[in-house]
């Protein structure tokens, strides 16, 4: 009887090892039978292109010499506007004019600016159109009102967008009269900024391209 008794005792034992064992089974199929996925979107973001409008070949500025003017002088200078091919398109040009100094002098200087559909021919003494010019600012004052006072600027945009140029003749000029006399030994400044403008910013929808796998 002790022995019958000591083998029923050890099948319990190995009965219940085997259902926790069993259990743990489960318990593991249950953490390792999920699906998982992963997706992901890619964005590529880059800014536009520089906005450069160049004067006579640069876009760092010119420096123009207009001392020791007497009444009945003329200073004649030329002016060749581009945009390189590498930078943004211009939606707009405009042209603003300050003055620091005397006011007596800014007030007699007098500005005519003339395009031509060529370069200008010069000499020592004269700036001549050898095809159509068309007049751009005609014997005004040097300072304008109005920032965009350098005349047709808004149809300069499509040229300088297409790879044109503009051919400019600027002439400065103290007038032989009553307020070029009585600007004698007075010095002033000019300082005029060529602004080129990119589009303003705007909303827009884009596509999105699906990555084959």
């Known amino acids: 009887m002790l022995r019958t008794a000591l083998r029923t005792h050890a099948t319990k034992i190995l009965a219940s090892v085997v259902l926790v064992s069993g259990a743990a089974g489960v318990a593991g199929l249950g953490t390792f039978g999920a699906f998982t996925d992963t997706t992901s979107a890619d964005v590529e973001v880059s800014s536009a292109k520089r906005v450069d409008v160049l004067m006579n070949g640069t876009g760092d500025g010119l420096t123009v010499d207009a001392k020791g003017l007497i009444p009945g002088d003329t200073r004649l200078v030329a002016l060749t506007l581009e945009r390189p091919g590498d930078t943004a398109e211009l939606s707009a040009l405009t042209a603003v004019g300050t003055a620091t100094g005397d006011s007596t002098l800014v007030k007699a200087l007098k500005l005519d600016v003339q395009a031509c559909s060529q370069p200008w021919t010069t000499t020592a003494t004269t700036m001549t159109c050898g095809a159509k010019s068309s007049p751009v600012v005609a014997g005004s004052p040097v300072?304008?009102?109005?920032?965009?006072?350098?005349?047709?600027?808004?149809?300069?945009?499509?040229?300088?967008?297409?790879?044109?140029?503009?051919?400019?003749?600027?002439?400065?000029?103290?007038?032989?009269?009553?307020?070029?006399?009585?600007?004698?030994?007075?010095?002033?400044?000019?300082?005029?900024?060529?602004?080129?403008?990119?589009?303003?910013?705007?909303?827009?929808?884009?596509?999105?391209?699906?990555?084959?796998?």
Do not use: C, M
Not at 157 to 177: A, I, M, Q, Y
């Open 143 to 213: 300072i304008g009102t109005s920032p965009r006072n350098w005349g047709p600027l808004g149809s300069w945009v499509n040229t300088l967008n297409t790879g044109g140029k503009v051919h400019l003749r600027v002439s400065l000029e103290l007038p032989d009269t009553a307020v070029g006399h009585n600007a004698q030994g007075h010095a002033a400044a000019l300082h005029y900024e060529l602004r080129g403008e990119q589009r303003t910013g705007t909303a827009k929808v884009v596509p999105t391209t699906t990555v084959a796998r």
